[in-house]
């Protein structure tokens, strides 16, 4: 899961095995997420959003879970690959459009 | 399509200097922000803004000013620069649907005061 501070979790995982990124978030009256995807050196990218009104959102490779009783989101990477690789950020939006985001999960892929 | 464009990329400030970091959008976003991103953390929200001459403080507004004055541009300003700010900054713009929208994220800017 994410958490703050100077030494970000890291979950390493095989090349074709599945990965599940989670996130612990804040806000009780968020009511939308989304996961970002940063390769050293670039600007976040977007991989995949959801409302509140959804539990499961399903795109190319990758589902996010929601789960509001535990303020609970999770990305699932299916068969990673190495192009994976790289710093996965959650973040909720409870006022607006500002988006909060979570500190980060380091994910390498080895071959 | 150029998306979030920043400049400059890299800068070298000693302490105390002033200057603007640039950052345009070419997708008609009515929403466009700034962050800044340190070792080991997320990105925090510095300020944003709805629209042209409307802008609003976020998370860690103190030492940096903005302004919109046009929907493409929004300029962050470090008036005297300090250590603290050592930082990558990321310029960000979304539609703004009431709702919560994806963001855009431009490349980034890496600043070191010194």
């Known amino acids: 899961g994410e958490s703050v501070g100077l030494h970000l979790p890291t979950l390493s995982v095989q090349e074709g095995d599945n990965s599940i990124i989670n996130c612990a978030y804040s806000?009780?009256?968020?009511?939308?997420f989304i996961w970002y995807k940063q390769e050293s050196g670039k600007g976040p990218q977007f991989i995949i959003d959801?409302?509140?009104?959804?539990d499961k959102r399903q795109g190319q490779r990758v589902t996010v879970l929601l789960n509001k009783t535990v303020k609970h989101l999770s990305l699932q990477i299916a068969a990673t690959q190495p192009g994976d690789s790289a710093v996965y950020f959650c973040?909720?939006?409870?006022?607006?459009?500002?988006?909060?985001f979570g500190a980060g999960t380091i994910l390498r892929v080895k071959s | 399509n150029a998306g979030v464009t920043q400049t400059p990329k890299f800068q070298v400030l000693k302490t105390g200097q002033s200057m603007t970091l640039q950052c345009a959008q070419d997708?008609?976003?009515?929403?466009m922000s700034w962050y800044r991103q340190d070792p080991g953390m997320g990105l925090r929200l510095i300020h944003y803004?709805?629209?042209?001459?409307?802008?609003d403080q976020g998370e860690v507004p103190n030492g940096y000013n903005v302004s919109r004055s046009t929907t493409e541009d929004f300029p962050l300003r470090l008036l005297s620069a300090a250590p603290s700010q050592t930082s990558v900054y990321f310029c960000?713009?979304?539609?703004?649907?009431?709702?919560?929208?994806?963001?855009?994220f431009g490349s980034g800017t890496q600043l070191s005061v010194l």
């Open positions: 806000n009780s009256a968020s009511d939308y």
């Open positions: 960000a713009s979304s539609h703004l649907r009431g709702g919560g929208e994806k963001l855009f």
């Open positions: 803004s709805v629209g042209a001459g409307i802008t």
């Open positions: 997708m008609n976003h009515e929403y």
């Open positions: 959801i409302r509140s009104n959804m």
């Open positions: 973040a909720e939006n409870y006022d607006g459009n500002k988006l909060v």
